[in-house]
């Protein structure tokens, strides 16, 4: 039997000694070196600089384990095969590794290591890196990055700034400095919000202006808060029934201002690009159902003058995709989070107000807390269901701008701040989910669209009628067809200062902070009175501070967001000149997405 052993045979020692050595060789030779046509990279051994260049980049693993798992060699291998064919084919071929370093995975795995992030993720880096050179990768080790080096992320702080200080144009189609519009401002070009000469503004008012402008931006918007980590979460960090990704966390809807991208002010070139692609038709349709273009108008109904002095000077601004059925509405709906909920409610129901629409509550005030404590740990899509409809009532009416009819207003689970203005006239004979709260409060439902002759025997026990028709029960809309109606309705509305026509999309902006420790900083500095101004680019990068406490706190249900920034009270003000001479300005405390930096 030893006499049929190949003389050298191939075996583990013999493999691990031919790698390793030619490994060693290869690193010596500089075998995988990209030259760059100058600097400190420049040194060309192999003379192959003047070749076709190439750029391969894997998707950088996240250093949240203390090791890679089987699944990161299958993609690459793959592309080093392809990286190599390429260099013997000719090619100046960059290929390296990056490790996506902030954000919170590696936190996790951080806290339960019980190491500082930086201590943790630099042993990851240095033990994956250890792997990969075990897999005789042909990478250019001197490129190889961090998301977490300072010398890194003070270009992922100077791309924010870049769109901090940009806005949308929708004449170009595409994103121009703030500067230009702030030169539209001042020369007349463009009529500032309340009409004033931009010279009458004071520098805090001029800042406020171009915030609502600017493609990065604070605002105010329904949240994904999960106590058990501490922080703010996007919608892809929380899982179909509401708990969080990391550590499954219970998962709450919660009003906070958050630093948001606006993206949806490139939906219209986002859709027509679409066309562009080489992609199937079945994708493209889920990017355009995800886009969700819808145009319709957007209708203003103020709230009743009995309703109360802070209530009777507000008007609730609805969207919708159908105001040819406005005469049909007949009561009105806003998302429990709505944040003009708090100043529409009343003080008190009237005395004969129907026992059905307070949820057994003593006041308004009583029914709209114990409401939002249950939908707010719902998750969208638990609210979208098909269900028994529940809300409660506000105690106030508003009222119908084309009839001035006098109708309730509710809250209820089954409209979305995340949709439209997040409030709804509700058509009960025109929209199924309408009618069925209709028919639970007892509310009236007009038809404003003829059904054909066949409908009742249809829909046993009658029903909504979604479909088109002519115009009934509408006044001077009465015959005209749905697109005929939706053009007059509308220019009715533009006449009477009661509405405008609209386009709006499913699509929102991105959530783009964290109540995190381990994140790039948000360059970004606030004045007195509280406007975000841009940290300039010589005074970049923005260090992340050393923290000992780094560790987000776990908390309750009603605590508010507490980012550990915060707790770095020295790095939390800093003395600048940013134009007005020397003053100090407060630090925003959050910190950037984990994907940010790739």
Known sequence: MADDMPLHRYDAETADELETRWQAQWLADGTHHAPNPAGHLADDPLGVADRPKLFIMDMFPYPSGSGLHVGHPLGYIATDVYARFKRMSGFNVLHTMGFDAFGLPAEEHARQTGEHPRINTENNIANMTRQLDRLGLGHDKRRSIATTDEAYYRWTQWIFNQIFNAWFDPDAGKARP????????????????????????????????????????????????????????????????????????????????????????????????????????????????????????????????????????????VFTTRPDTLFGATYMVLAPEHPLVDTLVADAYADDVNPAWTAGAATPAAAVAAYRARVEQMTDVDRQENKEKTGVYLGVHATNPVNGESIPVFIADYVLMGYGTGAIMAVPAQDERDWDFAMEFGLPIIRTVQPPVDFDDAVPGDGAYVGDGP??????????????????????????????GMVTTKLRDWLFARQRYWGEPIPI???????????????????????????????????????????????????????????????DLNVMPQWAGS
């Open 525 to 587: 500095v606030f004045d007195d009175d509280g406007n975000p101004i841009s940290v300039p680019d010589e005074h970049l990068p923005v260090n992340l501070p050393e923290l000992i406490d780094w560790a987000p706190r776990q908390l309750d249900e009603a605590s508010e967001p507490e980012p550990p920034l915060g707790r770095a009270a020295e790095w939390a003000t800093v003395d600048l000149d940013l134009g007005d001479g020397m003053k100090t300005y407060r630090r």
């Open 471 to 500: 115009a009934v029960n509408s006044s001077f809309l009465d015959g005209l067809g749905v697109e005929d109606a939706k053009a007059a309705i509308i220019e009715w509305l533009e006449a009477n200062g009661s509405g405008v």
């Open 178 to 317: 703030i500067a230009e519009l702030e030169a539209q401002f001042a020369s007349g070009e463009r009529a500032t919000p309340d009409g004033r000469a931009w010279g009458a503004l004071s520098s805090s008012e001029r800042r406020s202006v171009l915030h609502d402008f600017r493609l990065a931006y604070v605002s105010e918007a329904p949240v994904n808060w999960c106590p058990g980590l501490g922080t703010v979460l996007a919608n892809e960090e929380v899982t179909a029934d509401g708990r969080s990704d990391r550590g499954n966390f219970p998962v709450f809807k919660r009003p906070l201002k958050q630093w948001m991208m606006r993206i949806t002010a490139y939906a219209d070139r986002l859709l027509e690009d679409l066309d562009l692609l080489d992609w199937s038709d079945s994708i493209k349709t889920m990017q355009r159902n995800w886009i969700g273009r819808s145009e319709g108008a957007e209708v203003r109904f103020a709230v009743d003058a009995a309703s109360g002095d802070a209530a009777s000077a507000t008007t609730i601004d």
